[in-house]
């Protein structure tokens, strides 16, 4: 008997009661992980996670970082720099060097020569993000066992494919591994913060963080900039609490007295150093994480007592060492150090809806503006605000947080840190409105513009670090009482990842026209991100490394040299078809008269998919302001049944005939045209 007590003394305050713990959330951490990919699992649905995801795929393919979808925005840039430089380089002078030749030569063969030599290459270069989570993402189709393609003659892989397509599983998977690294970061960092009653109270609120859980997901790099934002946060409190004793010592300092400070000078080089080396990888993965640089330069400045300008110029100058390479190259393609995504300002403004700036193949440039841009900021900011609120934890974690700040702490060293994430968040606010871009109704889970979510751990350790200052001042006779207030607060900022827990699933609840990628078990399609659709349209279609190419081998024989060339179609959603049929595409050109300069001055185009995300919208969106250059082709093939008989594509599958047990018109609401009949029947 006693051997039992001594036993059961052991596991709850001996040497055994801590591995217990660990146990005990571990095994918790597992049963809520299988729960949510049970529940609540999705297929990607942003368009940046597919694009970032195809880009992976042909770096891994050794392609270099090229992409399959292919912008006419990209062209512009690429042959307007092209132009430029053989100007400069020739002695050219004037503003004619900065216009496309598309003005002089539009539809000739030398009208884009370097997208022409790129697309000869099959490696066009993708413009629209930094390298780092692609070559990341590649990193993963090389070690997981990755199977892209579906089994387009069996109707169970066609189903159950759809509900679970593998690669976005184990990227799901992969990313669940990042959500519990920024747990146990959270913890240590509140831990050096405060102490432990504050860390496992912040690292539980993480760990039920609904907008978290909703991110693994969605194919994007969040939650690796979360745990770049703690390990940033950590260099700076550490550097925060040197400067601290450093500022009490000098007040302390008798005049004449000796006084060392070589070594807290490269301890605080050390730091600053580390800190602009985490915002130059941040930046490598997100161009919108070097705003950051702006509150630890001001941190550096306001905070430290010596060395304010060395201290405060290190961290940048790293972060563009950094970038240096990456922006050079850059600039040789477009003339911008962000490439193209430095346009992203100008997207859904009145000048370009939606994300039509891709479409432009020779875009208005007199229409680039700061007052559009001030416009956007604008009407944008309040929508902004209410995206960051429900990342960050919810309302009572803001509250607490904001609360916090007329509670000033003893500590120098947590004071300054808490105004850095309050500055910083502020500003990712105001970046997010600026950069956001709508691509229509699409309902996504998380997407790439919630960027205070970035801060989320620091917003979580300061609230409750507010709550425990406020709790800790009520007066209760039962000690007991005390800890039913950190459970109460954990509950109320789990109610979000409860709500979406709890019957019924959301996605069965919501409407799926209106909800791309989501996937029903009891539903055979979604549009429009129908993977067994267009893997199958894909294998019509010579080029890339399907396994489920349709081609006839005759065909392939008679054509020689020409087979090893990409087809390339024209669709309104080329990310998805990028990275689901692993053909390259052209994103829908602005107008029917671009999408001809494409087809006879660059590339053949040798199909049109137009899907719900161009065709599911009002009457005044589709033949005015989206498609208002396509409204003739349109109104054709909607009245008519048929494509004018002027345009080069008029071929079209009436329905893609599947085994399905509904026999689903796989091409209902969407439109599909091609040079010549390239279907199996």
Known sequence: ?????????????????????????????????????????????????????????????????????????????????????????????????????????????????????????????????????????????????????????????????????????????????????????????????????????????????????????????TLILVNLTLLLGF???????????????LASHLPGAPLELKEDFIHSIILMTLAGLVMGIGGLIDYCYLWLIVPTIALAIFCAPRWKIALSVIPLCVAMLVMAPWFIRNMDLTGNPFGIAGHSVFQSTQAFPYNSLDSQLSP????????????????????????????????????????GLFLPFRSAKLNHLRYWTL????????????VFVNYGSMDTIATPYELASWLSPFIVIFSVGCFFVVTDQIELE??????????????????????????????????????????????SAIAPYDIFKMQSIGSWFRGGSSSNDRQNSDETQAL?????????????????????????????????????IIHLGLRRVHGLYLTEMSLMKSFDEVFSIRNGGWSNLIQSILLEGKAPNDFHMIHTPYLLRTKTKEGYPMLANQIFLASYPRWPW
């Open 1 to 221: 008997m006693p051997k039992i007590q001594e036993w059961i003394y052991q596991l709850e305050e001996g040497q055994f009661g801590r591995v217990f713990q660990i146990v005990v959330v571990g095994v918790a951490l597992l049963v809520l992980a299988v729960i949510f990919h049970l529940r609540e699992y999705t297929n990607l649905s942003h368009p940046s996670a597919m694009d970032m995801a195809q880009v992976g795929r042909s770096i891994q393919q050794g392609e270099g970082f090229s992409t399959k979808n292919v912008r006419p925005f990209a062209i512009y840039m690429v042959d307007r720099q092209h132009v430029k430089k053989n100007r400069n380089s020739t002695g050219g002078s004037g503003n004619e060097g900065n216009e496309s030749k598309l003005a002089q030569s539009a539809g000739s063969q030398d009208s884009f020569p370097a997208s022409q030599k790129f697309l000869s290459q099959e490696k066009f270069p993708d413009l629209s993000h930094p390298p780092l989570y692609p070559l990341f993402l590649s990193g993963l189709f090389n070690i997981l066992p990755f199977d892209h393609n579906l089994d387009l003659n069996d109707n169970n892989s066609f189903i159950a494919g759809k509900f679970r397509y593998q690669p976005e599983v184990l990227l799901s998977i992969v990313q669940t591994f990042f959500l519990v690294l920024a747990v146990a970061l959270t913890f240590l960092v509140a831990f050096q913060l405060f102490d432990g009653r504050v860390a496992a109270l912040s690292a539980v609120v993480m760990l039920l963080h609904n907008y978290f859980w909703s991110s693994i997901f969605s194919g994007l790099p």
């Open 235 to 249: 260099f700076l409190s550490v550097a925060a609490g040197k400067w601290e004793s450093l500022a009490n010592e």
């Open 364 to 403: 208005d440039s007199g229409a680039f503006t700061i007052e559009l841009i001030a416009k956007k900021f604008v009407a944008g900011l309040g929508d902004s605000l209410d995206r960051a609120l429900g990342s960050v934890g919810g309302l009572m974690v803001v509250a607490f947080f904001l609360v």
């Open 423 to 434: 500055v910083s968040f502020g500003i990712l606010i105001a970046v997010s409105s600026l």
């Open 478 to 523: 039962l000690v007991p009482m005390r800890r039913v207030f950190p459970i109460i607060f954990a509950l109320l900022a789990a109610l979000p990842l409860v709500w979406t827990v709890l019957p019924p699933s959301r996605l069965t609840a919501l409407p799926l026209m209106n909800t791309p990628g989501r996937i029903s078990p009891s539903d």
């Open 560 to 596: 020689g040299a020409q087979a090893k060339a990409s087809e390339m179609i024209m669709t309104d959603m080329p990310w998805a078809y990028a990275w689901y049929a692993n053909k390259p595409a052209f994103a829908i050109a602005s107008t029917q008269r671009e999408e001809s």
